[in-house]
């Protein structure tokens, strides 16, 4: 009966659904405390790290934390201090510490999950190999280290570790992968690293292209972190062949007139600007404008100013064809006193 309702209060948590979860969890410890057999006493630990992770989705970090110490104190007392029955309970306090902001105490539990999981991975007879488990740890790591100041370094290397047992596990076109070459994707823009950069991008909006869909949000998003490091690169026609693809996943997801797609289309515009492409910055705001107009009428300040800057815009190409044209004739003209 123990086990069923520790079932049931799993199912809901995994739901972030707290409330019910607890109530559950808490028949599971009140009748497995009152078994003596040795069944209930290994079963004990898993149910009081679940009364922990209840309390820490709501928020009620004190009971969190007695809890948890709970699991971690019997826990140790039935398997010893490194048996891997104690790595999740290990977890449990770095999430509880992330959120409570205390990222001291947060490392210090996922160093010491790391080096439980770590042995049990690599120790003679052991599981085969580094696992999702561990790759967890190693992500977890990267994110309190990227919170820290002046660790972006370690961050990007715990981070690197995940995607490549992410990688070596599940394959390159999974979830994991799509979140992990992201992070890391995007410590390497910041640290410098570009080409690098752009390769993880890659990989992660391929990962969650095949697991969302080419016009799911999160692909999308990616796509659109990826142009503007394209245009950093000054790799242009890379960058509009992309936010073409960005702005057409967009009409689908929000609608061919949608105020939603402004921000691609701009920054498509001034791609098409710092590549020399006026005629298509022209056109692209001229887009724009006819969704300004749909969304708030010709006659809103923000339609009549965009109105003016295409009609500036179309002045200048004008006079910069014209001095062209005039500069080609006089040169044309010099040609031919010559002969």
């Not at 394959?171 to 992968?177: D, I, K, L, N, S």
Request: aromatic residues 8%.
């Amino acid at each position: 009966m123990a086990h069923a309702y520790w079932s049931l209060s799993d199912t809901y948590l995994r739901k972030q659904l707290a409330q019910q979860a607890i109530h559950h969890a808490q028949k599971a410890h009140k009748i497995a405390a009152m078994l003596k057999d040795e069944a209930a006493l290994k079963f004990q630990p898993t149910v009081l790290l679940t009364l922990g992770m209840c309390y820490t989705v709501m928020k009620k970090y004190g009971d969190a934390e007695k809890w948890l110490k709970k699991a971690l104190d019997l826990t140790e007392q039935l398997y010893g201090e490194d048996h891997p029955a104690c790595v999740l309970v290990h977890m449990g306090f770095a999430n509880l510490y992330q959120l409570q902001h205390n990222l001291e105490e947060a490392e210090a539990h996922l160093v010491r999950a790391w080096e439980i999981k770590e042995d049990e991975c690599h120790q003679d007879g052991g599981i085969d190999g580094e696992n999702e488990e561990l790759a967890e740890i190693y992500s977890e790591l990267g994110k309190v280290h990227s919170k820290q100041d002046d660790q972006d370094d370690q961050a990007l290397e715990c981070y690197k570790h995940a995607l490549a047992i992410y990688q070596a596990r599940l394959g390159a076109e999974t979830p994991q992968v799509g979140r992990i070459a992201q992070k890391v994707a995007t410590l390497q823009s910041k640290l410098g690293y570009f080409d690098d950069s752009v390769a993880n991008f890659e990989l992660a909006a391929g990962a969650l292209e095949v697991h969302n869909g080419a016009c799911h949000k999160k692909t999308v998003d990616v796509w659109r972190k990826l142009c503007l490091l394209l245009v950093k690169l000054k790799r242009f026609e890379d960058a509009q062949s992309l936010l073409l693809r960005v702005i057409n996943s967009e009409k689908v997801l929000f609608g061919a007139m949608s105020i939603n797609l402004v921000e691609s289309y701009k920054l498509l515009a001034m791609v098409y600007k710092v590549d020399g492409k006026m005629q298509d910055m022209i056109r692209i705001h001229e887009a724009v404008l006819t969704i300004y107009h749909k969304k708030w009428g010709p006659k809103d300040s923000r339609s009549r100013d965009l109105a003016k800057q295409v009609a500036d815009m179309k002045v200048q190409l004008r006079m910069k064809i014209a001095a062209e044209v005039e500069h080609d004739g006089i040169e044309d003209s010099e040609c031919s006193s010559m002969k």
